[in-house]
């Protein structure tokens, strides 16, 4: 394994949670996270959508980080799926602490997921349909099970196939932020997410081909 990829990716993930932590802290002294002295973004608004929609994202790459990390004793695995649980389980917190201080709702059942996305140049067709509760890269129920079931090699080789389709999702979300979003913490967190998932694609990349697999198409 080359160690400079290795080098990257930590060290964008650890300033990725670093730029977090000091947004959530000028947060407290009254950044809305929309922009300081903005006024909160409304439950219909992009800042609104895509903190509920991306903290239900990362959530799914926490559990099968967690899957992953049982069943297999690679180091180069457990090493990734931990920088992902920490780095995304921060940022998940980052993004419930932003709506709570706006007032809103963490869920908005009234609202189809994706629907904030419209407009974006990184939305091309990702508007969930109705009774779809699924967002862009996100594993099925039974995608989970299986990787579940799966051990050493197979569930490495699973768990980065599924976590690509993961990251590629979660980049075309973050970049609709970027489109879309107000300026501010939120945003500049959105652009963090595109750049270290990115970094992350190309590390799995190579990590698929050790073994012998492609990323998923």
Known sequence: MNGTRW????????ALIFAGAATVAS???GDSGAGSGAAAPATDSADAGFARD???????????SFI????????EIRRLAYDIINTQANQRGMMLGWLDQWGLTPVAPEREPM???SGSDAHDGHTAKTGDVRMPGMATPEQLEKLGALRGKAAEVEYLRLMTA???????????????CSPGAQRQL???????QRSELDLMADLLKERGARPPS
């Open 54 to 64: 991306m903290s239900v994202h990362h959530q799914q790459a926490v559990e099968m």
């Open 115 to 117: 629907a904030w996305m």
């Open 166 to 180: 993961h990251h590629k999702g979660g980049v075309d979300m973050a970049q609709g932020c970027v489109d879309l």
């Open 190 to 196: 959105a652009e963090g997410m595109v750049q270290g």
């Open 7 to 14: 080098i990257a990716a930590t060290a964008v993930a650890a």
């Open 68 to 75: 992953v990390r049982d069943r297999t004793e690679n180091e």
């Open 27 to 29: 947060a407290g002294d």
